[in-house]
């Protein structure tokens, strides 16, 4: 990420840390972070101001409520950053009453947002359901629309497997673009997965669809370190960029994400000087291996010449990371 943007977003993801962590205030403030570092004027105007403080520590409440509650977790997160990135550091302009107001309004979402987790449209769904009609979704932040929510329909469904006895099924539901409706590439697609909480009922407890990034059919792999929930997705595009997730789960019956992205940066570190995965690696996470081809840096996009990379892998805690990388620059194999 560019520093200049990895500047302006940092501090968003930290406020967002405290958000879900509750981290602990001292006396001299409410507020859900600590005064003594605030640095905008947004987290100036809360440490100055008592009513927005306390405002403050509810939304970390709100949030955290929230967070346990829904199945769609990834976009709750990523609507949260965006209300911390505009929202709520712009009305710091507007003086003190803008700013609680915001407060107030972000915070009745939360709880709706919540109170939403617990329909039973969500948590009582059939088997029948599943596969016929779309179960009600908040919007994705990227494909809200001002003319309202997408029409849905269900692109595919099925069953997943069972996890501690109880069946998981899936489906994939797909919102047209209201402009484009017959461009399949331009539809936005949901992965939903539904696991058994009743004989014959089922309730969600994934939920997730980045905007122009396409998902195929999720799977339920077995592995030494535990079930894992693999959702294979690419960024659209001819880089086919590895977009997918692993999810792990966790205590409280929730999917836990892991990171399968951070290993990368070690590859390209023992990668030969020149030499460059620049298309998307895609491991197998039941055998921990992966194989990449090498582009030299005069190479075209299309045409990788410089060999290729045999990759291990494995898991440390929530993070895979390489183990081990072989490769091979024409007929000749150099161990990294």
């Excluded at 329909?153 to 109880?166: C, K, N, S, W, Y």
């Excluded at 197998?284 to 010449?305: F, K, Q």
Aim: glycine residues 8%; charged residues 25%.
């Amino acid at each position: 990420m560019p520093k200049p943007l990895l500047a302006a977003v940092l501090p968003l993801w930290c406020a967002l840390l405290a958000l879900a962590a509750g981290a602990s205030s001292s006396p001299a403030h409410a507020a859900s972070f600590d005064c003594a570092r605030a640095r905008s004027p947004a987290e100036r105007l809360i440490c100055a101001d008592p009513e927005i403080s306390t405002l403050d520590e509810r939304l970390a409440a709100a949030y955290r409520a929230a967070f346990a509650a829904v199945p769609w977790k990834q976009r709750l997160r990523s609507a949260q950053v965006e209300w911390l990135r505009t929202t709520r550091n712009h009305t710091a302009g507007d003086g003190a009453a803008a700013m609680a107001a915001a407060y107030r309004a972000r915070i009745t979402v939360l709880e709706a947002e919540t109170k939403r987790a617990t329909d039973p449209a969500l948590t009582a769904v059939s088997e029948t359901q599943i596969g016929q009609s779309c179960v009600p979704l908040p919007p994705h932040p990227d494909q809200e629309q001002a003319s309202g929510p997408r029409a849905c329909e269900v692109r595919e469904a099925g069953p997943l497997g069972t996890l501690e006895g109880r069946r998981l099924h899936y489906a994939l539901y797909s919102y047209p673009d209201p402009e484009a409706p017959e461009t399949e590439m331009l539809a936005y697609v949901a992965t939903v997965v539904f696991i058994e909480t009743a004989p014959g009922r089922f309730a969600t407890s994934y939920v997730d669809g980045p905007e122009n990034i396409g998902c195929g059919t999720p799977r339920l792999l077995r592995t030494g370190r535990g079930p894992l929930l693999h959702i294979p997705c690419s960024q659209h595009g001819t880089g086919l960029i590895n977009a997918e997730s692993v999810l792990a789960w966790g205590e409280g019956g929730q999917w836990r994400p892991l990171d399968i992205e951070s290993w990368t940066r070690e590859l390209a570190r023992r990668l030969p000087r020149g030499y460059g995965a620049w298309k998307g690696i895609y491991p197998d996470y039941e055998t921990l291996t992966a194989e990449t081809p090498l582009w030299r840096s005069n190479d075209g996009n299309c045409c990788p010449t410089g060999g290729r990379a045999e990759i291990r892998l494995g898991w440390e805690g929530d993070r895979l990371v390489l183990r081990d990388l072989r490769v091979h620059l024409g007929e000749r194999e150099v161990p990294r």
